[in-house]
């Protein structure tokens, strides 16, 4: 995972075949919350690769 300004997220995951770019990520005080992107990352990418058809 790379995390840029503004909020901006890349997440790879090769294990799942599964790139996600997040643009906005942030708390109510306005605040990115790395440890808790990474895990929303990872739980979508699980849930894509389990229910991607083909």
Do not use: Q
């Amino acid at each position: 995972m790379t995390a840029g300004v503004g909020g901006r997220h890349v997440y790879v995951s090769p294990e799942h075949g599964v790139v996600i770019a997040k643009s906005i990520i942030t708390s109510p005080r306005g605040r990115v919350d790395k440890a808790e992107a990474l895990t929303v990352f990872r739980a979508v990418a699980a849930e894509v690769a389990r229910t991607r058809v083909g």
